[in-house]
């Protein structure tokens, strides 16, 4: 078995945009399906598709060619949807392991400053 005849695609930053060939070779190596619904996408007659990374890079993934995958236009919503649920609940156990709180916020008035209630108004 030999190795790869090209060098893999690497981001210089997280920013950069996948280039065409590089899209090229993620949908002829995927064989043109949705990594979710695994779905033949029709692109050839003019379905949406998206190169997507398999691990956002919010979450940590690397902008690579190895990180990327083939989602349909039917399934980017709940990819993205899945990521952004990760990437919360990755925050709110980081916190709560490094003891960070967050800033609680208290309505004013007379029940909630700590001040005691009148006995008038209580039943």
Wanted: with cysteine; net charge positive.
């Amino acid at each position: 078995m030999t190795g790869r005849s090209v060098p893999e695609w690497q981001g210089k930053t997280p920013d950069t945009p996948v280039p065409p060939r590089v899209r090229d070779r993620v949908f002829t190596t995927k064989d043109g399906r949705c990594h979710k619904c695994s779905r033949e996408i029709a692109a050839n007659r003019g379905e949406t598709w998206t190169c997507e990374h398999m691990i956002a890079l919010a979450n940590g993934g690397e902008n690579r060619e190895s990180n990327l995958d083939v989602t349909c236009s039917w399934c980017l919503p709940a990819k993205n949807a899945e990521d952004v649920a990760e990437k919360s609940m990755v925050y709110r156990k980081r916190t709560k392991a490094r003891g960070i709180k967050g800033r609680r916020r208290t309505i004013p008035g007379r029940r909630f400053d700590g001040t005691p209630i009148p006995a008038k108004w209580v039943d």
